[in-house]
T-cell receptor, first 111, second 115 residues
Framework: RKEVEQDPGPFNVPEGATVAFNCTYS??????FFWYRQDCRKEPKLLMS???SGNEDGRFTAQLNRASQYISLLIRDSKLSDSATYLC????????????FGSGTKLNVKP | GAGVSQTPSNKVTEKGKYVELRCDPI?????LYWYRQSLGQGPEFLIY????????DSGLPNDRFFAVRPEGSVSTLKIQRTERGDSAVYLC?????????????FGPGTRLTVL
């Protein structure tokens, strides 16, 4: 079983739509959680860390559900420039510097 | 300031050859990571350096893969007797542990093709 699982998509949404992605992780000892964004043929870049209490950064909201072992990313008022692959990343308490990446969820925002 | 740089950006080699991939991390970043990313997949952890030492090399797939960071800055990933299955994008990332939830900054990657 993979450490981190994501729906690969693609999610095709019109501009202005609200879209949400989920990501599940298998290790209950997972400690830190992140969403990275990766544009086609580019390197991943940190979008946001995910805090236990949930956090918001502009149009982006991240939530953590430890009981069900999933994290979510909500994007409001989608822009064309949000089109990318969104990678879910976790690490564990026991190996803080080993990061597990999901396969990514592809988002296409259409005009 | 300068980000993480990787050279070469593309490398085409023949099966059985030896290759070296270089990573220049952000100045002052003590942590350095190597990942491998295949098409349609997320980055897969290979090895992590803290300073000069390999703190965790559990992701290296076999003994054909080796990485060094002799002076705690530049790192080289070395692959011996390359196989077609080694074809992927090799990503390097650096971070400054203890800050910003250990945010990793990635380089643009080296696209390795083994013919």
């Amino acid at each position: 079983r993979k450490e981190v699982e994501q729906d690969p998509g693609p999610f095709n949404v019109p501009e202005g739509a609200t879209v949400a992605f989920n990501c599940t992780y298998s290790n209950s000892a997972s400690q830190s959680f992140f969403w990275y964004r990766q544009d086609c043929r580019k390197e991943p870049k940190l979008l946001m860390s995910v805090y236990s209490s949930g956090n918001e950064d502009g149009r982006f909201t991240a939530q953590l559900n430890r009981a069900s072992q999933y994290i979510s990313l909500l994007i409001r008022d989608s822009k064309l420039s949000d089109s990318a692959t969104y990678l879910c990343v976790v690490n564990t308490l026991y190996n803080f510097n080993k990061f597990y990446f999901g396969s990514g969820t592809k988002l296409n925002v259409k005009p | 300031g300068a980000g993480v740089s990787q050279t070469p950006s593309n490398k085409v080699t023949e099966k059985g050859k030896y290759v070296e991939l270089r990573c220049d991390p952000i100045s002052g970043h003590t942590a350095l990571y190597w990942y491998r990313q295949s098409l349609g997949q997320g980055p897969e952890f290979l090895i992590y350096f803290q300073g000069t030492g390999a703190a965790d090399d559990s992701g290296l797939p076999n003994d054909r893969f080796f990485a060094v960071r002799p002076e705690g800055s530049v790192s080289t990933l070395k692959i011996q007797r390359t196989e077609r299955g080694d074809s992927a994008v090799y990503l390097c990332a650096s971070s400054l542990p203890g800050t910003s939830y250990n945010e990793q900054f990635f380089g643009p990657g080296t696209r390795l093709t083994v013919l």
